[in-house]
């Protein structure tokens, strides 16, 4: 267990609907990371929010957004949905200093686009 | 951060060594070298990291070489559930500035064998 939460951990939902993924990072992790894996694709990074502020973007589609909160949970919203959109989302997250060298994944929200 | 080169695949026997390499040949002063797993659709797994010095923790052992161009993830007795895709990524250190996202490349797909 990395002590990273997401829910849900499976979603099903139909084209140009709209979905939000939520992430609890480890205890005290100030950085929270968004990664996409498809079945075509390898690990794909998306976006990186440090205590509540975008630090760095990835290869994220205009139609996905995200934000971390004051307690640090982070959510990614997904919009407009695509059957390409379906894949496995991984949140991650890191702490400060030297901890900060380490990134916890957390198991995965699978979403499937029908 | 410096691109790296992993074998697409290996075999190894049960109870045998596993000895991964991984040629990062453009890696730079302040780049640390570190290796995750993936264990089907499950979340990345981190297993260990290092700068220079060789490194050993309870799951595997790094061993990176003088010039730092290449090294070598060494599992000691794998087993079946160390079946994996394994990946090796380079990343700045986190004293050179805020903490940056890991770049994922293909990796080595582990097969241990019975």
């Known amino acids: 267990d990395s002590g990273v939460t997401q829910t849900p951990k499976h979603l099903i939902t139909a084209t140009g609907q709209r979905v939000t993924l939520r992430c609890s990072p480890r205890?005290?992790?100030?950085?929270v990371y968004w990664y996409q894996q498809s079945l075509d694709q390898g690990l794909q990074f998306l976006i990186q929010y440090y205590n509540g502020e975008e630090r760095a973007k990835g290869n994220i589609l205009e139609r996905f957004s995200a934000q971390q909160f004051p307690d640090l949970h982070s959510e990614l919203n997904l919009s407009s949905l695509e059957l390409g959109d379906s894949a496995l989302y991984f949140c991650?997250?890191?702490?400060?200093?030297?901890?900060?060298?380490?990134?916890?994944f957390g198991e995965g929200s699978w979403l499937t686009v029908v | 951060d410096a691109k790296t080169t992993q074998p697409p695949s290996m075999d190894c026997a049960e109870g045998r060594a596993a000895n991964l390499p991984c040629n990062h040949s453009?890696?730079?002063?302040?780049?640390?070298v570190y290796w995750y797993r993936q264990i089907h659709s499950q979340g990345p797994q981190y297993i260990i990291h290092?700068?220079?010095n060789n490194e050993t923790n309870e799951m595997a052992s790094l061993i990176i070489t003088e010039d730092r161009k290449s090294s070598t993830l060494i599992l000691p007795h794998a087993t079946l559930r160390d079946t994996a895709v394994y990946y090796c990524?380079?990343?700045?250190?986190?004293?050179?500035?805020?903490?940056?996202?890991?770049?994922f490349g293909s990796g080595t797909q582990l097969t241990v064998l019975p």
């Open positions: 205890s005290g992790d100030l950085s």
């Open positions: 453009t890696i730079s002063g302040n780049e640390y």
């Open positions: 290092g700068l220079k």
């Open positions: 991650a997250s890191s702490g400060q200093g030297v901890a900060g060298n380490t990134i916890y």
């Open positions: 990524i380079v990343r700045v250190d986190i004293s050179s500035g805020s903490a940056r996202q890991l770049t």
